[in-house]
């Protein structure tokens, strides 16, 4: 059983900086990428960024340069630091695990933290 347990949403106002962290655990998962995704109100869940064993990752342009993903291999933790916030950040955050760097959609998600951003 593979379980994601996220930390660090909150609130925050315009032009802050939160950063998220996330716990991944479990046998029989080799953790290959670790990642986040969000989901505002009345939209779609989208990736927000992804990362490798090897540190090879992806974002989304709406995040590059503001967003940073990292992650200890030892720990199978993976974190987000979030700068310069925008309101249009506002969103449900999960964690995301899957095979393989490629997989158009992650294997397993956390229950997700909440992040709001005040204007």
């Known amino acids: 059983q593979v379980q994601l347990v996220e930390s660090g949403g909150g609130l925050v106002q315009a032009g802050g900086s939160l950063r998220l962290s996330c716990a991944a655990s479990g046998s029989g998962f080799n953790f290959n990428t670790l990642g986040w995704y969000r989901q505002a109100p009345g939209k779609q869940r989208e990736l927000v960024a992804i990362i490798t064993s090897g540190a090879l990752s992806n974002y989304a342009d709406s995040v590059k340069g503001r967003f940073t993903i990292s992650r200890d291999n030892a720990k199978n933790m993976v974190y987000l630091q979030m700068n310069s916030l925008e309101p249009e950040d506002t969103a449900v955050y999960y964690c995301?695990?899957?095979?393989?760097?490629?997989?158009?959609?992650?294997?397993?998600w956390g229950q997700g933290t909440q992040v709001t951003v005040s204007s």
């Open positions: 995301t695990a899957q095979r393989s760097f490629w997989r158009t959609s992650p294997d397993y």
